[in-house]
């Protein structure tokens, strides 16, 4: 090798390629800053309910707010003895609108879904467009339509008034139709029908296991919203026996102007109203993992 060769300067790409690597990573801490931003704007009202429903109603507007106290047990007390355990009635009643609710919903969503997506029918198209639009119809809009209906039923201030116009979800009918297209092959179907299975059989044996995972999905998407519905119950309702937790704490909120004392009971029952929500969540979160392991498998 020449002292020429010794000499020569690097190639030009070679000394730019880790200065123009450096640059291109760079902005890489943004992505992760942004989703912690969203993530602490997400949970801080959450944090805020905790911290304040550990504080006695002294201490609720008279201390920082997130300093913790330690009147998180006197508050849950309180609120499970007031008006002889009224709390949890409406804790009770939202369980039964949202877990009926959605299990029918799911029932109803994964039946009308796969008959969209495996069977051949005039109008097929049209009346999924009619679903569609059906999702993009704001629930307030209905709200009033419905109770006139079911006030002419004589159904108005039942248990029936919330639990009916839940059972059909325009989305879940969506979502059920896009999972058993993907999910259950026609050759499946095809097959079932070939050894002699019935309509019915075919669905309930072959095709309703494929689709578990997306009705799961469905069930969860129905119970929450259900869960957190306040103005069809508020609607449909007038025994407060029979309200939802929603609704309910809608109701002490009401009284907190002239009782400031209730106030603490409205922060406490809302923290307790999220607990049933989380648990729903990491119960269910193992379907929608089996079904990537076993799409993972299949691919």
């Keep these: ?46 944090l805020w309910v905790l911290i304040a429903a550990s504080k006695s109603s ?6 920082f707010t997130l300093l913790p106290g330690g009147g998180l047990a006197g508050n849950i007390a309180d609120l499970t003895s007031y008006r002889d355990g009224v709390y949890g009635r409406w804790m009770a009643n939202s369980v039964l609108y949202s877990g009926l609710g959605a299990l029918l919903s799911a029932a109803v969503s994964g039946a009308a879904g796969y008959a969209l997506a495996k069977y051949r029918f005039r109008g097929r198209d049209a009346l999924f467009n009619v679903l569609l639009a059906g999702v993009l119809m704001p629930p307030v809009i209905l709200a009033v339509p419905q109770y006139l209906l079911l006030a002419k039923a004589g159904l108005a201030d039942s248990y029936l008034s919330v639990l009916l116009p839940s059972i059909l979800s325009p989305y879940g009918v969506y979502l059920a139709r896009i999972y058993a297209a993907a999910a259950v092959p026609d050759d499946v179907v095809e097959a079932a029908r070939v050894d002699g299975a019935r309509e019915w059989r075919t669905f309930r044996s072959v095709a309703l296991p494929m689709m578990a995972p997306g009705l799961v999905t469905v069930f969860l998407f129905q119970f929450v919203a259900i869960w957190n ?40 029952g809302s923290l307790l109203s999220v607990l049933p929500l989380i648990a729903l969540f990491l119960c269910l979160q193992r379907y929608w993992r089996l079904d990537l392991l076993s799409g993972a498998v299949k691919s």
């Design 1 to 46: 090798m020449s002292v020429l060769d010794t000499a020569r300067p690097p190639l030009r790409g070679a000394a730019t390629a880790p200065a123009t690597t450096a640059r291109r990573r760079a902005p890489g801490w943004i992505p992760t800053a942004t989703l912690l931003l969203g993530a602490l704007y997400c949970l801080l009202p959450v």
């Design 229 to 268: 519905n306040f103005l069809l119950p508020f609607i449909m309702l007038g025994d407060d026996r029979k309200f939802p937790v929603t609704v309910g704490l809608y109701t002490l909120l009401k009284q907190g102007a002239s009782a400031p004392a209730l106030y603490t009971l409205v922060i406490t």
């Design 58 to 63: 002294r201490d609720l507007f008279s201390t």
